[in-house]
């Protein structure tokens, strides 16, 4: 049969090139840079999801997601990771040096620790807790319910870890670790205490854990991505914390990049 012009043509302009050798490894290289760059939308994809889960479920419901698949963890925080590499600055690093400043023999409790990266870089005894534990010095646990003595510890530590719908309990359970007068350091991303933009009015949030039994020590709202709370815990039981009003957090979703 003959060859029609159009199909020549055709054949012409796509056929294969004169340089066989470099062109394939151009093809290569390329097929390969397109494979990584779906892993990572992929990966992308996967822990926007789980951290979506998060933040719409409770610290019960969280735990048992991640019991039936612990592989989704890690998943969680590769993307996590990747997420802070962006920030500026590092939350828990600022935690880490207020914690350098102060006595290396104040107990500390690391509510929602995910690495361990705090207790990895302080001299101080800290009790790190998540819902997952790769790592034997991490107590996998819900963190409203940890295995810690009432009046155990000298400081509580929330780095960006306000997640379950039912964060009031995770500061709950801090104040019932604490000892009077015991610290509880805060960081919590800004978007969700923006009121502009759907946040939580942070004067309601402070009121609220004031409420719990709580006096505030400290307000920072200079960094761009993060907000800092620190309060300390009050010596005697507080009559108003029945019915304290707790403002809504929203979820944090991070964009697609
Ligand atoms: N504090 C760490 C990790 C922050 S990511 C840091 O600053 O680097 C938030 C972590 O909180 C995640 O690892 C998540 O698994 C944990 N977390 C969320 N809800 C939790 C819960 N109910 N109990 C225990 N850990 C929880």
Redesign the pocket.
């Known amino acids: 049969m003959k060859e029609t012009k159009s199909r020549k043509r055709q054949r012409e302009k796509h056929g294969r090139p004169q340089n066989m050798a470099s062109s394939s490894s151009k093809i290569k290289k390329s097929s390969s840079d397109f494979l990584d760059k779906m892993r990572a939308r992929l990966s992308g994809g996967h822990f926007r999801m789980i951290n979506e889960k998060?933040y719409t479920c409770?610290?019960?419901e969280?735990?048992n997601y991640?019991k039936e698949d612990p592989s989704l963890?890690d998943m969680?925080?590769t993307g996590?990771q990747e997420q802070?590499s962006h920030w500026p600055e590092?939350?828990?690093n600022i935690?880490i040096q207020w914690l350098k400043a102060h006595s290396s023999s104040l107990v500390v409790a690391?509510?929602?620790?995910?690495?361990?990266?705090?207790a990895k870089n302080v001299k101080n005894k800290v009790f790190s807790?998540?819902?997952?534990s790769n790592d034997p010095s991490v107590i996998?646990?819900?963190?409203?319910n940890t295995p810690l003595d009432a009046s155990s510890v000298d400081v509580a530590?929330?780095?960006?870890?306000?997640?379950?719908t039912?964060f009031p309990s995770?500061l709950e359970e801090a104040h019932r670790v604490l000892k009077p007068s015991g610290r509880l350091l805060i960081?919590e991303v800004k978007s969700r205490f923006d009121p502009n933009t759907g946040g939580a009015d942070p004067k309601m949030f402070s009121k609220a854990i004031s409420d719990l039994g709580f006096t505030s020590i400290l307000k920072d709202f200079s960094n761009k991505m993060f907000v800092l709370l620190y309060f300390q815990k009050k010596e005697k039981e507080n009559s108003t914390r029945k019915g304290i009003e707790w403002p809504e957090l929203k979820p944090c979703l991070y964009k697609r990049r």
């Open positions: 998060l409770t610290g019960d969280a735990l991640f963890f969680y925080h996590y802070m590092q939350p828990v935690i690391d509510f929602g620790c995910g690495d361990a990266r705090l807790f998540d819902l997952v996998a646990c819900d963190m409203s530590v929330f780095c960006l870890s306000l997640m379950g039912n995770y960081a």
